[in-house]
C-alpha cells in the first residue's frame, strides 16, 4: 500500500514540476521542451516497470512473451498495426519493459500535443493523469485506450472540419483497436456551430440518462441492433446485445460507492463552470472537449447496469473529462481565484487513487489486486 502511494503521489509531483513553465498563458517558448520530453519519459517509466498492474496486463504480457519467443499467439484477434510494432520490439529482443513504455509513451505524447493551444493545463493535467483514473484505466485495455488518447488529439481535425485527416487518423487507428470505427459518425458534430451551455438543460439530461440507466429496460427496445452490428462486421459485440436482450447474458450492476459520488458531483462543477470557462478559454477546443465529455458521460450513465461491452466504447468520451478537469482546476486557481471550490474539486478528482488503493489493499483480489503497485524487478 505505502509503495503505491508513494509511486503515484510522486509520479504526479515529478509531472506537475516539470509542466510548472507552462502555467503561465503567456509563455511562448516552443512546445516539445526538455521539460515535456521528459515528462514523456518519466510516465513511460512508471508504465514500463509496472508488474500485473491492470486487469489487461498479464494478457498483454503473455502474448508479447509469444511474440519474443516465436510461439503461436493465444490470441488471434490483435490488429495489425498492434502486432507489428509488438513484433518490431521483438526482433530488438527488447524487454517487456520497453513494451509497456512504449504504449504508455504515445498515450501521454497524444493528450499533451492536444493541449498546445492551452499547455497552461497541463500541469493539472498531469495530477489529473496520476490521482484521477485516467493512468489505471490506461494501463488496462491499452489497445483501445491508445486510440482513445490519439482521439483527443485528433478532434482538431473535427473542429477545423477537415475530413482527410480525420480519415487518415480513422484509418491507423482502426490497426490499433477496430473500435476505431465508432469514432467516424463523430466528424459530423464540427458542423455544430454552438455547443449548448444552458446549465440547467444539461443537468436534466445528465440525471435523465442517470435514472434511464439505473434499471436499463429501454435495451429491450433496440433489439434491432445485434443483426445491424453483425451485418457491419461487429458480430463480437452483436452477440452480446442479441444475449443480453435474451437474458442470457449476466448485467454489470453500478454501484454508488466513494468514487463514483466524486466523478458525478466532479462532472457537474464541470457543467456549471462550463459556459463561463468556454468565455474564458474562446482560442481553444474546450467547446468540441465539453460536447464530447457530455456524451461520454450522459452514453456512460445509460449503459452502466449492462455489460461491459457496451460501457467499454464510452471510453472514448469519457477521457474527455480530463481535459475539462483540468481546465476547471485552472478556472477555480488562477482565473476566478475561488480558492474553496478549487480545494473542494481537487478533493473530487484526486481522492480516487487513494481509496482505489485503500480498497486493493484490504481487498486484494480480482481487479482490486491490480490497483497496487509493484515493479517488475520486485516480482520476476
Not at 457496451?310 to 482546476?329: G, H, K, N, S, V
Not at 481487498?363 to 516480482?379: G, Q, R
Request: charge should be positive; proline fraction near 3%; aromatic fraction near 20%.
Amino acid at each position: 500500500m505505502l509503495e503505491s502511494i508513494v509511486v503515484y503521489s510522486f509520479t504526479a509531483l515529478i509531472l506537475y514540476q516539470l509542466a510548472l513553465p507552462y502555467l503561465n498563458p503567456n509563455c511562448s517558448r516552443k512546445f516539445w521542451t526538455a521539460d515535456m520530453i521528459w515528462s514523456v519519459i518519466v510516465f513511460a517509466f512508471i508504465a514500463g516497470a509496472r508488474y500485473k498492474v491492470g486487469v489487461d496486463y498479464i494478457g498483454y504480457l503473455n502474448s508479447y512473451n509469444e511474440i519474443l519467443s516465436g510461439e503461436e499467439l493465444y490470441r488471434d484477434d490483435f490488429e495489425i498495426g498492434f502486432l507489428l510494432i509488438s513484433r518490431l520490439l521483438a526482433i530488438l529482443d527488447a524487454h517487456f519493459f520497453f513494451f509497456f513504455a512504449l504504449w504508455a509513451s504515445v498515450q501521454i505524447g497524444f493528450v499533451y500535443s492536444a493541449m498546445k493551444d492551452s499547455r497552461y493545463i497541463i500541469p493539472y493535467l498531469a495530477l489529473c493523469i496520476m490521482l484521477g483514473p485516467y493512468f489505471l484505466t490506461w494501463m488496462n485495455g491499452i489497445r483501445q485506450t491508445v486510440v482513445a488518447c490519439a482521439f483527443v488529439w485528433a478532434v482538431r481535425f473535427i473542429k477545423e472540419q477537415r475530413l482527410k485527416p480525420y480519415l487518415l487518423f480513422i484509418a491507423l487507428a482502426y490497426t490499433i483497436h477496430h473500435s476505431a470505427l465508432i469514432l467516424l459518425p463523430f466528424y459530423l458534430l464540427g458542423r455544430k456551430k454552438e455547443v449548448s451551455d444552458t446549465t440547467a438543460k444539461n443537468l436534466i439530461i445528465l440525471f435523465i440518462c442517470i435514472f434511464l440507466g439505473s434499471t436499463p429496460t429501454w435495451i429491450s427496445s433496440l433489439s434491432f441492433l445485434g443483426p445491424l452490428l453483425d451485418t457491419v462486421g461487429f458480430d463480437r459485440y452483436g452477440g452480446v446485445f442479441d444475449a443480453m436482450n435474451e437474458g442470457v447474458t449476466k448485467l454489470v450492476r453500478f454501484d454508488w460507492g466513494p468514487t463514483k459520488i466524486a466523478a458525478l458531483l466532479l462532472e457537474i462543477l464541470i457543467i456549471i463552470y462550463y459556459p463561463k470557462m468556454r468565455k474564458q478559454f474562446q482560442q481553444t477546443k474546450i467547446d468540441m472537449f465539453f460536447l464530447l465529455f457530455f456524451i461520454g458521460i450522459c452514453w456512460y450513465y445509460l449503459v452502466m447496469n449492462t455489460v461491459h461491452q457496451m460501457i467499454r466504447p464510452t471510453e472514448y468520451f469519457t477521457i474527455f473529462r480530463l481535459p475539462m478537469t483540468a481546465y476547471l482546476l485552472y478556472y477555480l486557481k488562477k482565473v476566478i481565484r475561488r480558492e474553496d471550490i478549487f480545494l473542494f474539486a481537487c478533493i473530487l478528482c484526486f481522492s480516487y487513487i487513494a481509496i482505489t488503493i485503500y480498497k486493493g489493499y484490504i481487498n486484494p483480489v480480482d481487479s482490486y489486486s491490480t490497483v497496487l503497485y509493484h515493479f517488475f524487478f520486485e516480482k520476476v
